[in-house]
């Protein structure tokens, strides 16, 4: 089992703000041949983020009917930086059934939540997306 790498999206954005790739450790001759392998790991830039610009990208485990990932993205002082609620809350005004009562059709829910992008199937595809919101999130400033 080996740590997931970030991916070239994520590794371009990274880089944009001086983090992403490692040294090549092929030598480079006369073509580096080190591909995905100068990527960091997912989780060491989540460590860097953390360290160096006090974001802390958390992934979350839905454990409902209906079970998916999501994300929490803050700042030291507890400063939101991504509204997670927001996203939520229009998911769920977006499922409710037309019928008497405060309903929610499960099956508009369940499609919303992935479609729209706010959950996700696999943990490491959240954390992807999260450490490129909270990039972004930085590079606004
Ligand atoms: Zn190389």
Same mark, same amino acid.
């Given at each position: 089992m080996r740590e997931q790498r970030i991916n070239e999206e994520t590794a371009r954005l990274a880089n944009s703000i001086g983090f992403g790739t490692e040294d090549c450790? !092929?030598?480079?001759?006369?073509? !580096?041949?080190?591909g995905d392998d100068v990527r960091i790991t997912q989780s060491l830039l989540q460590k860097i983020l953390r360290d160096s610009h006090g974001v802390h990208v958390q992934v979350l485990f839905q454990n409902m009917e209906l079970q998916y990932y999501f994300l929490e993205i803050s700042k030291d002082?507890?400063? !939101?930086?991504?509204?997670w609620q927001k996203d939520f809350n229009a998911i769920l005004e977006k499922s409710?059934?037309?019928?008497?009562?405060?309903?929610?059709d499960d099956n508009l829910f369940a499609k919303y939540v992935f479609e729209d992008g706010f959950?996700?199937?696999i943990y490491e595809e959240a954390l992807e997306a999260g450490l490129q919101k909270a990039i972004r999130t930085i590079k606004e400033k």
């Open positions: 450790i !092929c030598g480079g001759f006369p073509d !580096c041949i080190c002082d507890g400063t !939101c930086l991504y509204d409710h059934q037309d019928i008497e009562g405060d309903y929610i959950g996700y199937y």
